[in-house]
C-alpha cells in the first residue's frame, strides 16, 4: 500500500522543516522517501494549503490503571453529561473528566493525537493498567512505572547499597511492568504517610527509613541515565500544591546533580507565599531555573476551569486536598507496600482566586520557558483538565488577545498577582510542533515517531489552517495511524489497535534471587506474577510490545 | 475457536505457585497435581480450593430445549435470541477480566443490562465509594502494617478461608512488628468462627457481639466515640457503651488499625449507610493516626466484572446499553427487578467458576452459559458449557482489594470452550444476523 500526501505545509521540527510545502510517501505504515520508479500509487491525498505534522505525543496523560479506574466508578455525575453511543466504527461509552477506554482512545484520535503515556503505572498494579491501555484504541501508549517509595528500594537505600544493585533494581523493574520510563511521585512521601508523616520536604528524612527524597532522587535519576533509558527519571515533586512549593522544586533541580529530569505537572509545584492570602506565583523563577537547567524539562500540568477529578499517586498531598474536593468524596489508598494513591474531584472555577491564578502560573511557565524542546504540553489529565481541552490551550499559547480576553474576566485579586497580561508572546505552529510531536518523542525515547522522516511510523495528522488554533486543532481533516486513515473532518473512520512502547536495559539478573526470596517473605504475591508478559499485552490482537533501545549501561560504579 | 496443542507435560503434572480464584483473596502459592484431568490440591489448599479444584472433570455438550447441540448452534440460538430481545439481561458475570472485556462487547452490541450475582452486596460499598469515597488499602500493607485488626459483623474466613494465615498471623514483617503481638476484635455478628482470631501466643480475640441487624447502632455509636462524642446510652445494642469506647480509644492509640468488612455479611436493609460508617470512622482515625478500611470481596470475579465494566463503559455494574451509550443505575437494572417487571426479555447468565450459582427462575427465553458440572434446576432454552478459568485456560483476575490483579493458569487439556470464545462468537453470530 502506497499513500502520497501531496502538497501539504509540513512542520516537522525533528528535521528542521518549518512550513516547507512537500509530498510525503507512506509505504505499509511507514514513511519513504519516495516511490519507486513507476510504482503505483494507491491513494493520493490533495493537501494543498493544508498543515501537515506528525501524530501529536501527550508525554502524561493518566489513562490507565488503579486509580483511574477508581476516578472513573466514583464519578457516575460526570459521565452523565456526556454519554457516547456507539456508532458503525465506534463502541459505546462515555467521556468528559474520565472518560471510558475506548472513548479516549477515540477522542486523541479525533485530536490528532496518536499516543498518549500513563505516567503512574504501579508496578503492583501494572497488569491492570496494561489491560486498561490495552482497551484504548487506535493510539500507542506506554507507562512510567513508579519507584520510590516502594519497600524494597528503599531498604536498599537504607542498606546504603551500590549504584550498580539500583540500577538493576530498576532495569528488573522495567521488565517486569513492561514500562518505558521511571517515576517517582513525592518522593518517599508515599511511604512516609504510612508512617504518619503529613509532609516530607526535600531534605526531611523518612521516619522508618531514615532517607530523604534528595537521596532518592540521585539515585534513581542516575539509575536511569546508567541503565541508558532515554526517557530521564520523571519526577512528580514533595509539596505538590502547597503554597511555597516553588522553592521545593527549584532546589529539586539541584538534587539531581547534573542527571537528566524531567519534573512533571511543574504548575502544581511554582507557587510562592507572596501576597495578601499567601498565594503568589513562581513561574518567573522557575522558567528562569528551567532556562538555565539544561538537564531539566518539564511538563506544565495546565489547569483549566470546569468540573474535572484529579488522580494521583500521592497519597499523602491527596489525603490533604481532599477537604477541597468538589463534589466532595475521596478516596485515599495504601497500596502493597509499594505505593499509593488519591482520588479527588475538582472544580476549578474562573472566580476563586487560587484556581485563577492557578490558570495564570500555568500560563506564564509556558511563555516565560524559552525551550519548547524542554516543556511540554500537558494538562495532567484530568487532574488540571481533560485532555479534550487540549486545543483551547493552545490557542491560549497562541492568541495573545484571546489569552488576554480570557484573564479580563478571571477573579480580579488573581489578575492582580499575574504578570501574564504582559507577556507579548505567542507560540508559531513550528513551537506548538516541538512540543507536542518532536520534544515529546525525543523525551519519551521513541526514535521513530513525533517526526516525519524516513523510516518513521507514519502518524500523521492533517489540518487546515484556521486563524481560530481552537477550531484548527480540535478537528484535524485527517489522521493516519502507522499509515491507516483512521480520522477523517475529526470523526473515527476505521479502529486499530496500537503498540505499546517500552525499554529493557541490561542488566544483572542476579538481583532477581533477592527479589523473589523478598516476595516470599513479605509479598502477597508470588514473584513470577509480579511480571507482566508480552503475550498479556498483545492478547485479543491489541497490538504488540515495542522495545526500544537503551543505549547501553553507561560507565559502572566502581 | 480451535484449541491449539498444549504440551504433554500438563498431563500428570504437579504445578506450584498456582493461583486460586475460589475467593477474593486469590492466593497464589497452591500446589496441585493433575492426574489425567483431575485436580488435587496438595499444599496451601483450604476449603474452599480444595472444593474449586476438586471438582471430577466434566465434558457435557451444549444443549438446545434440553436436546444435545453442537456448540456452533447452541452459539446461533443464542444470538437469535438476543437479537429477538428488545432489553436482554446478560447477568450472573462470573467471570474473570477476558471473559468480562467479550461480555461489555456484546453488551453493547445487544443493547443489554448488565449485573453481577453478587451486586446486592458489591453495590453496598460501590454507593459509598460514588458518595463519599473512602480510605482504604491492600493485602500487603495489612500483612505488614496492622496493629490493630477491628472485623466488623463476620469471621471473614467462612468467605475468606486463608485471610488470617497469610495476612494476619505471618511470621515476619516488613517493618520489624512482633505480628503475634497484633489485636483482634470483632464486632457485630453471633456465632461466629473467632478462633482463627486468636494469636501464635494464645491470646483470644475481642469480641463484641450483637446481632447484626443491629451493626448500624453499633457502628454509628463507635464512629461517634472515635469523634469524641460522649453518648449517654450505657449500652448499644448490648455492648456496653463503655466496650466501645475502649475499642474506640485504641484505635486512636494504634499506629496502623484496618477496619475489615464483607459487604455480603452486612445483608439488611440500607447496609450501604453502615458501610459509610465504617468509612467514615477511618476518615476521622487519619485526622491523628493512620488507619485503613478493608472491604473484602471478589468473589465469583465480582470486583473482576466492575473494574472491567467501569473502565469500557464508565460504570460498575448494574448498567445498561439498552440506548446504544451506557446508563447506569443500581435499582432500576437489578436482576430481580428486570425480571419481576418484565422488563427484561431474554436473560443470559454466566457462572464460569462455581455451578452451585444457578440462575433466577424466569418466564423469558434464557441462555446459561455455565460451569460444566452445573446442574440446571429448570432447562433454559440453551445450555453452553464453557471452561473454568484458572484450571481449563488462562485468566486473569482481580483481587479483593482492587488494585493486584493476578493470570490464572491452565492446568490441564480441555475440549471446552473458554468463555471469551464463545461471547465473542455469539456477538459474531449476532452481526451477522444484525446485517441480514
Known amino acids: 500500500m502506497l499513500i502520497k500526501l501531496a502538497g501539504g505545509t509540513v512542520y516537522d521540527p525533528a528535521h528542521q522543516v518549518d512550513g516547507k510545502v512537500m509530498d510525503i510517501y507512506v509505504r505499509d505504515g511507514r514513511i519513504i522517501a519516495r516511490a519507486h520508479d513507476g510504482e503505483r500509487i494507491d491513494r493520493e491525498y490533495d493537501l494543498r494549503g493544508k498543515v501537515v505534522m506528525a501524530g501529536a505525543i501527550d508525554m502524561h496523560t493518566h489513562i490507565g490503571g488503579g486509580k483511574v479506574n477508581i476516578a472513573r466508578m466514583m464519578m457516575p455525575e460526570d459521565h452523565r453529561g456526556d454519554p457516547v453511543a456507539h456508532s458503525a466504527f465506534c463502541r459505546a461509552g462515555c467521556g468528559h473528566a474520565v472518560p471510558s477506554t475506548l472513548t479516549t482512545g477515540y477522542r486523541y484520535a479525533e485530536m ?112 536511569v541515565y546508567e541503565l541508558g533509558v ?8 514533595n509539596n505538590l500544591g502547597v503554597p511555597g512549593n516553588v522553592e521545593t522544586s527549584l532546589k529539586t533541580m539541584g538534587a539531581v546533580e547534573g542527571f537528566p529530569v524531567h519534573l512533571t505537572h511543574i504548575q502544581f509545584h511554582s507557587y510562592g507565599t507572596e501576597g495578601d492570602r499567601k498565594f503568589s506565583s513562581g513561574a518567573a523563577a522557575i522558567a ?88 511540554f504540553l500537558t494538562t495532567d489529565h484530568p487532574n488540571g483538565a481533560p485532555f479534550t481541552s487540549y486545543p483551547h490551550l493552545i490557542r491560549l499559547l497562541m492568541d495573545k488577545s484571546f489569552r488576554n480576553d480570557m484573564f479580563a474576566k478571571l477573579n480580579l485579586d488573581a489578575q492582580a498577582m499575574s504578570t501574564l497580561s504582559s507577556i507579548d508572546r505567542e507560540y508559531n505552529l513550528y513551537e506548538i510542533a516541538i512540543m507536542t510531536r518532536a520534544g515529546a518523542a525525543r523525551l519519551v525515547g521513541l526514535h521513530d515517531r513525533g517526526h516525519l522522516g524516513v523510516g518513521a511510523g ?92 537503551c543505549k547501553g549501561r553507561r560507565e559502572k560504579t566502581a | 475457536m480451535e484449541k491449539s496443542a498444549q504440551p504433554a507435560s500438563m498431563d500428570n503434572a504437579l504445578s ?70 428488545n432489553q436482554p439481561l446478560i447477568t450472573g458475570l462470573g467471570t474473570e477480566a477476558h471473559g468480562m472485556r467479550a461480555i461489555m462487547s456484546l453488551a453493547d452490541r445487544a443493547g443489554a443490562t448488565l449485573d453481577h450475582m453478587n451486586s446486592n452486596s458489591t453495590i453496598r460499598n460501590t454507593l459509598v465509594l460514588q458518595n463519599s469515597g473512602w480510605q482504604v488499602c491492600t493485602l500487603t500493607e495489612v500483612r505488614n502494617r496492622v496493629d490493630l485488626l477491628v472485623i466488623v459483623g463476620t469471621d471473614i474466613v467462612s468467605l475468606f478461608p486463608r485471610f488470617f494465615e497469610r495476612h494476619v498471623w505471618n511470621e515476619q514483617s516488613m517493618f520489624g512488628q512482633d505480628t503475634a503481638a497484633r ?85 439488611f436493609p440500607h447496609a450501604e449507610l453502615t458501610v459509610q460508617n465504617i468509612t467514615g470512622l477511618v476518615v476521622k482515625l487519619n485526622n491523628t493516626t493512620r488507619s485503613s478500611g478493608l472491604p473484602l470481596g471478589g468473589n465469583e470475579g465480582d470486583i473482576s466484572a466492575n473494574q472491567v465494566s467501569t473502565w469500557i463503559s464508565g460504570y460498575p455494574v448494574r448498567n445498561s446499553f439498552m440506548r446504544t451509550y451506557p446508563e447506569y443505575d443500581p435499582y432500576h437494572f437489578a436482576t430481580a427487578r428486570q425480571l419481576d417487571s418484565n422488563e427484561a426479555d431474554a436473560l443470559l447468565w454466566v457462572s464460569s467458576f462455581n455451578p452451585e450459582r444457578l440462575p433466577p427462575s424466569c418466564k423469558v427465553p434464557s441462555v446459561v452459559i455455565g460451569h460444566a458440572n452445573m ?47 464463545v461471547i465473542t462468537a455469539i456477538e459474531n453470530a449476532l452481526k451477522e444476523q444484525q446485517a441480514c
Open chain 1, 112 to 223: 490528532g493525537y496518536t499516543a498518549g503515556f500513563e505516567p503512574a503505572l504501579l508496578p503492583t498494579n501494572a497488569r491492570q493498567a496494561h489491560l486498561e491501555m490495552g482497551d484504548t484504541p487506535i493510539i500507542d501508549k506506554g507507562g512510567y512505572a513508579m519507584l520510590g517509595s516502594d519497600d524494597f528500594f528503599l531498604r536498599m537505600l537504607t542498606a546504603k547499597q551500590d549504584q550498580n544493585a539500583i540500577n538493576d533494581y530498576v532495569a528488573w523493574t522495567l521488565h517486569a511492568s513492561q514500562a518505558i520510563g521511571i517515576k517517582v511521585v513525592n518522593p518517599g512521601g508515599i511511604s512516609a504517610f504510612k508512617f504518619n508523616q503529613r509532609a516530607l520536604d526535600l531534605d526531611e528524612q523518612n521516619v522508618h527509613y531514615q532517607v530523604t527524597p534528595r537521596e532518592i532522587l540521585k539515585a534513581l535519576s542516575r539509575a
Open chain 1, 230 to 237: 532515554p526517557h530521564p527519571l520523571h519526577v512528580h515533586g
Open chain 1, 288 to 375: 528562569e531555573a528551567l532556562n538555565k537547567h539544561k538537564n531539566v524539562s518539564a511538563d506544565v500540568g495546565q489547569i483549566l476551569f470546569g468540573q474535572t477529578v484529579t488522580a494521583s499517586g500521592d497519597s499523602m498531598r491527596q489525603h490533604a486536598n481532599a477537604v477541597f474536593g468538589s463534589p466532595r468524596k475521596s478516596v485515599i489508598m495504601d497500596i502493597e507496600c509499594d505505593a499509593g494513591c488519591g482520588v479527588v474531584p475538582f472544580k476549578y472555577k474562573d472566580q476563586n482566586f487560587v484556581n485563577a491564578l492557578q490558570w495564570a502560573i500555568g500560563l506564564e511557565i509556558f511563555l516565560l520557558a524559552d525551550d519548547p524542546w524542554r516543556i
Open chain 1, 458 to 549: 507514519a502518524d500523521i495528522t492533517v489540518y487546515t489552517n484556521n486563524a481560530d488554533r481552537e477550531k484548527m486543532f480540535a478537528k484535524p481533516d485527517y489522521v493516519f495511524k502507522d499509515g491507516e486513515l483512521v480520522v477523517k473532518d475529526g470523526q473515527v473512520v476505521k479502529v486499530t489497535w496500537g503498540h505499546t512502547h517500552t525499554v529493557k536495559p541490561e542488566f544483572d539478573r542476579g538481583i532477581e534471587k533477592e527479589i523473589k526470596k523478598y516476595f516470599d517473605t513479605y509479598h502477597t504475591m508470588n514473584m513470577e506474577h509480579f511480571k507482566i508478559s508480552s503475550e498479556e499485552i498483545a492478547e485479543g490482537g491489541r497490538g504488540g510490545v515495542v522495545v526500544h533501545e
Open chain 2, 16 to 85: 506450584g505457585t498456582v493461583t486460586c480464584p475460589a475467593c477474593g483473596l486469590l492466593c497464589d502459592d497452591l500446589v496441585v497435581e493433575n492426574t489425567d484431568g483431575n485436580i488435587k490440591v496438595r499444599q496451601k489448599g483450604c476449603a474452599k480450593s480444595v472444593t474449586f479444584f476438586e471438582r471430577p472433570q466434566q465434558n457435557p455438550s451444549p444443549r438446545i430445549a434440553g436436546k444435545t447441540a453442537d456448540l456452533q448452534s447452541a452459539i446461533k440460538k443464542t444470538a437469535e435470541i438476543l437479537r429477538n430481545a
Open chain 2, 183 to 267: 489485636e483482634v476484635v470483632y464486632l457485630g455478628g453471633r456465632d461466629i468462627d473467632t478462633t482463627p482470631g486468636i494469636s501464635p501466643k494464645g491470646v483470644q480475640p475481642g469480641i463484641l457481639p450483637c446481632d447484626i441487624a443491629r451493626l448500624p447502632e453499633v457502628v454509628a455509636a463507635l464512629h461517634a466515640l472515635v469523634s469524641g462524642k460522649k453518648l449517654l446510652a450505657e449500652n448499644i445494642a448490648g455492648i456496653a457503651t463503655g466496650d466501645l469506647q475502649k475499642l474506640a480509644d485504641r484505635l486512636l492509640a494504634a499506629k496502623y488499625s484496618v477496619i475489615a468488612w464483607s459487604a455480603a455479611a452486612l445483608d
Open chain 2, 375 to 421: 446442574t440446571l434446576a429448570a432447562e433454559p432454552d440453551v445450555f453452553i458449557p464453557v471452561g473454568t478459568p484458572g484450571i481449563d485456560h488462562k485468566g486473569t483476575m482481580f483481587r479483593s482489594d482492587n488494585v493486584v490483579s493476578l493470570p490464572l493458569a491452565k492446568l490441564r487439556e480441555s475440549t471446552l470452550a473458554s468463555l471469551s470464545e
